[in-house]
Structure formats: structure tokens, C-alpha cells
């Protein structure tokens, strides 16, 4: 089965019941991304359990954005558009930061 933004929602509800709060929602997706990292900086870093703390953080994000009603993967889309027309100020790391745009 491919999971889906809606299968994964479902599959929380019946598990968990309905989400009372989108800020839980939110704090679970903390809570995922904080063991994420955990599993990031444990050395030597075992690839298997970044990939599954990653997977858990995307499956709190699909529930998210369905009880906020909307699509993630178009919202994705919709923003990757304007990241590619962004201007970026890299930091030598290989990440960088937008350059925010002063005059308005």
C-alpha cells in the first residue's frame, strides 16, 4: 500500500482519536524532529534510524496539514516555486538563508 496524506490521517484517528488541538499536532512534529536529531548526532550515525525518525516526523506533518485542511505534497510544490526564485545567502555548510527583502 502507498500510503497518502488522507491514509495516514485516518490511521492516526483510529489510533489516537480525533486531534483535539493543531498545536499538539505541532508539538508532536517537535517531539519527532528533536529524536530526528537525536538519532543524527549519535556516532556512528546509523542511516536506518535517521531514515525512520524522518519518516515519523513526514507522517505528523501529513496529519497537520489534514486537519488544517490542506494538501502538503501541493504545498510543497506551491513553495519549492518560490524558494527557486529566492535569492540565498550561503553559509559555507551547504545550507544558506533567504535574503529577506528589506523595503517592505
Known sequence: MTETQQSIAQWANNAFGPAARVER?????????????????????????????????????????????????????????????REWKLDGTGHGYHVRDRSA
Open 25 to 85: 499536532i505541532a508539538a508532536r512534529a517537535n517531539e519527532e524532529m528533536a529524536e530526528l536529531l537525536r538519532a543524527a548526532t549519535v556516532e556512528p550515525c546509523e542511516l536506518e534510524a535517521v531514515a525512520m525518525e524522518a519518516a515519523d516526523v513526514v507522517i505528523v506533518l501529513y496529519r497537520l496539514a489534514h486537519v488544517c485542511g490542506f494538501d502538503l505534497n501541493d504545498l510543497i510544490n506551491h513553495k519549492m516555486t518560490i524558494n527557486r526564485a
